[in-house]
């Protein structure tokens, strides 16, 4: 589900400079295989760089049930409804949210947490400090290119890159 890259963006030598000083991993991820039922698969691929960040392991459960075309993912005790006839808003969105969520529960008494890096098919997340994640928002120009948490809270769900009053 997910490739892991040093200096994902060293090929890009017109914003390298501009991007983290330090060395970092960037996971790949895609919002859309998080939303078909891949949050289970993908927290569980994720385990290696967890236990490097000495994060809890929470234990999920995922009820996928194709006759009612619903999704739903249970970690931590908490519920999160993915898709379903009466779910409100995007599946790959509350997937999105779902899965930093639950990796950030596991983080909760470490020193990095789970941060996204873009939306959609480029969703990627890397882990950080606090101290990183400022230096990140500090030196990279591009609001876009920036780490960010994802949460429910319409309209940019914390993605640092949406713009309201963007012109069409």
């Known amino acids: 589900m997910f490739e892991r890259f040093k200096h994902f963006f060293a090929h890009d030598e017109e914003?390298?400079?501009a991007l983290l000083p330090f060395d970092y991993d960037i996971v790949?991820?895609?919002a859309g295989e998080?939303?078909?039922g891949g949050i289970l698969e993908a927290y569980e691929q994720l385990h290696p760089q967890l236990r490097q960040h000495e994060a809890a392991e929470i234990e999920i459960a995922e009820d996928i049930d194709d006759d009612t075309g619903t999704y739903t993912v249970f970690a931590d005790g908490t519920r999160?409804?993915?898709y379903g006839a009466d779910v409100k808003g995007d599946a790959w969105t509350l997937a999105t949210?779902?899965?930093f969520e639950i990796v950030?529960?596991?983080l909760a008494h470490a020193s990095h947490r789970f941060y996204a890096l873009y939306a959609g098919n480029d969703l990627a997340g890397v882990f950080l400090t606090e101290d990183q994640f400022r230096i990140a928002r500090e030196r990279?120009?591009?609001r876009s290119d920036w780490p960010w948490t994802p949460v429910n809270r319409a309209p940019d769900f914390g993605f640092s890159g949406y713009?309201?009053?963007q012109p069409a």
């Open 140 to 142: 990279i120009a591009q």
């Open 97 to 99: 949210i779902a899965f």
């Open 15 to 17: 914003r390298a400079p």
């Open 104 to 106: 950030n529960a596991s």
């Open 34 to 36: 998080l939303a078909e």
């Open 163 to 165: 713009v309201a009053d």
């Open 28 to 30: 790949l991820l895609d």
């Open 80 to 82: 999160y409804d993915i």
